[in-house]
């Protein structure tokens, strides 16, 4: 029965109203991005047809391509710019890109006809002019890749206008456009299904951002928990009350493990969700040029045993993380070193989360042994561990972090059970011995 | 009379060689107020957490009705309570929240936890505010909060580590008033400890005076006075660390 007047104090300490509001907002927030991300998708996908123009050339030519642009489907709108400074306006005339036709468009196809040579004694190619605005970092944004669209859209209209010229047939055009038909197939672990392995890459590489995303802020957001928790009844001395009153020690620290992980359970799962809503976000996004069925068949979306996978890392990590803050915050002396015991943890899953975004970690040589020795590493890993059927090393890290959690455990029962939690101290930033100086000046 | 706590030669090095409690022994007995005083660093507190079972003695041992701290910390936990110095309580309970937690941990069946919340709602004087938030208290009410809950369980024993250091006049007196009302009704024996020598004596009835780990003098406040001819406890200490020092250097 005490236990349970502890356990039910704990979980209302650790749930407390911003935790929960804390907790709602961020599964809101990761439903919101997938749903702008989502929107992207399709804005995208909307303004693909559309090409802007300013046409300046006045010869039959340019109003032929533009004309062949409109057969085959785009939408173009045609502009006047003046030449110098593009970029008011572009912002006057509301576009971000405008592909240029220049005066002699005309007549240098005509000489190219003619057979007229360059002055190298080479087909002179011709210019086209392509304005763009790069309106943001991030890659989502400038993913539409409209100078390639625009330079092949113009290529085979300016192709086209030639053929006609020469008297070609439409099955002779459509060979000379498109002579081979690369049929790509990607293999991914023990599978294989037929797809652009570029498309897969940018596919895997968005959702292999997320996943660390959320494991970083679940493990720094679960250790502050705790440690301000745990710190703040160390320094309000109410744990010192606790530990004289008629309960065992070891029910006193159980509470606090066993609220702290049905906590972080909670908000393991609530963020699993959102990321999983988000992730529907990012798959239609992908859709449009991938089959999803593609996506599944090579085993790269996140099957439901995927997901149970990551999850039972996750959970480890954050056993670790509890474990870990539930010793250094009953060792802290104060608010400010319980911030500086803080560093540890949040450098030891800063470095894999960094690496692991950049560099697969498997690859890395006989470093990626430092990394297997931080416990996050294998949290950061285990998407790709699962998705690529590296099964011996999520087990493997599995089993460390075990060991580690039970060495972790052993470690705050010992804590717990001696008068060690009152002797050793970690005291940063402030000064050594206070009693000493009141001491000499009592003295004096 | 009985004795409630027999404290027996107590010494704790914190390091080794250095005593920051040296053979520590004094008595209180059933009802009775005693107070450790002296100045900050003397080695209160490190004699109160060990006989409050938070800290191991080095040497010595003590006995609270009976449980031995060494043998029996669990049966000395039942029969004390300790109001640690400088103490707060959860900031995000209510006043309210805090004595029913608290009593629920301190009794054993519901009942029992519902008198001790009445106990220590009676006596703390905050009326209304109970239902406020902890952190929303002055330092006075959460001292008067906390010891109230001390005192809530009857314990035979309750420990007071500075329980009116950092309080204004007002509050330092009804906190002193409630201890000897508590003593007198229901023969309650306390341990307190205090840097302030003054005040002290208007709540004890026998101190023990402490310096440097080691506890130089016992008795009641009047017998001191006289024993060593001056006109407070201040004196008092003063005389007694000065003997020392003379028979240290002897
Ligand atoms: N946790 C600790 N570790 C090491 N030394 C300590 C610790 N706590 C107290 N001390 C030392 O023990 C001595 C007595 O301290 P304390 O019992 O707190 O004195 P008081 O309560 O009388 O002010 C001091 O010299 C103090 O520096
Ligand atoms: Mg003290």
Known sequence: MKFLTLLKKELRELLSLTTILTLIGSVVLLIAIGGVMDSAVEEAASSEGEIVICNKDDGAFSDAVIESLKTAGYEVKEVELTDGDYAPQLSDLEVESVVIIPETFSSSITDVLAGKLGEDGKIAPVDVEYVSKMTSLSAMSNVDAGSQMALSAIESAVKSVVYANKNMSLAEIELIEAPVNLIETTVVGEKQAEASSMLLSSYSMMTGMIVPIVIFVLIVYSSQMIMNAVSTEKIDKTLETLLTAPVSRLSVLMAKMVAATVVSALFAVAFMVGFNNMMGGMTDMVSGEIDSAVISELGLNMTTGAYVLLGLQMFMSLLITLAVSLILGALAKDAKSSQTLMMPIMGMAMVPYMLSMFVSINDMGPAKWIMYAIPYTHTFIAQENVIFGNMPLYFGGLIYQAILLVICMTIAVRLFMSDKLFTITFNFGEKKNKYAKKKSLFSK | ?250
Request: aromatic share 6%; glycine share 8%; hydrophobic share 40%.
């Open chain 2, 1 to 250: 009379m009985a004795k409630v706590l027999e404290v027996k030669e107590l010494s704790k090095q914190y390091k080794k060689g250095v005593y920051a409690a040296n053979k520590v022994s004094f008595d209180i007995e059933e009802g009775e107020i005693f107070a450790l005083i002296g100045p900050n660093g003397a080695g209160k507190t490190t004699t109160i957490r060990m006989i409050s079972t938070l800290l191991q003695a080095t040497e010595g041992d003590a006995v609270v009705a009976g449980h031995s701290i060494l043998t029996d910390p669990k049966g000395v936990r039942e029969c004390i309570t300790y109001l640690p110095d400088e103490a707060g309580a959860y900031k995000t309970m209510t006043g309210k929240q805090y004595l029913e937690f608290m009593a629920g941990i301190f009794a054993n069946d519901k009942n029992t936890a519902k008198q001790y919340v009445q106990n220590a709602t009676e006596m703390c004087g905050l009326g209304d505010r109970l239902s406020d938030k902890i952190g929303s208290y002055s330092r006075g009410m959460i001292r008067k909060l906390l010891l109230s809950r001390a005192v809530m369980s009857r314990p035979k024993l309750a420990i007071l580590d500075e329980p009116t250091s950092g309080l204004d006049i007002i509050n330092a007196l009804e906190i002193r008033r409630m201890i000897k009302e508590l003593a007198a009704k229901y023969g309650m024996s306390f341990l307190l400890s205090s840097h302030n020598m003054l005040e002290i004596e208007f709540v004890s009835d026998r101190v023990g005076i402490i310096a440097k780990g080691r506890l130089l003098e016992l008795g009641r406040p009047n017998e001191l006075k006289i024993k060593h001819n001056v006109g407070n406890l201040e004196e008092v200490f003063e005389r007694v660390v000065k003997d020392n020092e003379i028979s240290d250097l002897a």
